[in-house]
């Protein structure tokens, strides 16, 4: 059984300044962001990781540093990075909620088809790539426990690769520096816990 622990990365200055960050900005963390990812690594500390991946965006990276440690080697895949918002990527969030209200539930989750005016990525295309990670975890890592940090909304693709949710207003964003459980076998694949 592969085991993965996925973290999204801690609060970065675009998180604190109510941004749009998509995969076209890489803001740092900031000390609350920093904070965060040292919680989590604690809340880890009896895991023993025997690879670490990581999104090659700044947050993730620096996110995957401070709860790995300097000494470890950290692949850094262009599969996990942030879902690409487009033309939104670095707006204020409250702009284009305001802008395009028909793309926002009242909670503000994003809904389909808003790349059809932002000409950012397809879920259908975020999810293939995912599909492409995971397989190739479950493949060379049979058996291992894997640590991946990556992005809000690119986790929340995770979950529906994983459980097939199909709605994804159905589900929020975890948390800054939160971790989500999955466990997957060549035949299953199991959320043990989301947003912890």
């Known amino acids: 059984m592969t085991t993965v622990y996925i973290v999204r990365h801690g609060q970065s200055y675009a998180n604190a300044a109510g941004i749009l960050q998509g995969s076209q900005i890489d803001t740092p963390l900031t ?3 920093c904070t965060q990812a040292m919680a989590t690594k604690r809340k880890l500390r009896d895991t023993t990781f025997t690879k670490v991946f990581a ?18 080697t950290i692949t850094f895949d262009p599969r996990l990075v942030e879902y690409d918002y487009g033309t939104w990527d670095g707006m204020l969030e409250a702009d284009v909620w305001n802008n395009f209200p028909q793309f926002f539930d009242s909670k503000h989750n994003l809904l389909p088809e808003s790349w059809t005016v932002s000409n950012g990525n397809t879920y259908d295309e975020v999810k293939s790539q995912l599909a492409s990670f995971f397989k190739e975890l479950i493949t060379k890592y049979p058996t291992e426990s894997i640590l991946v940090v990556s992005h809000g909304f690119t986790i929340k693709l995770m979950l529906d690769y994983v459980l097939g949710i199909n709605n994804l207003v159905n589900i929020n964003e975890p948390l800054n520096a939160a971790v989500t459980k999955i466990e997957f076998t060549n035949t299953t694949q199991t959320v043990v816990y989301f947003n912890k």
């Open 31 to 33: 000390s609350q962001g």
């Open 55 to 72: 999104s090659p965006l700044l947050r993730a990276a620096q996110t995957a540093t401070i709860i790995a440690g300097t000494d470890r």
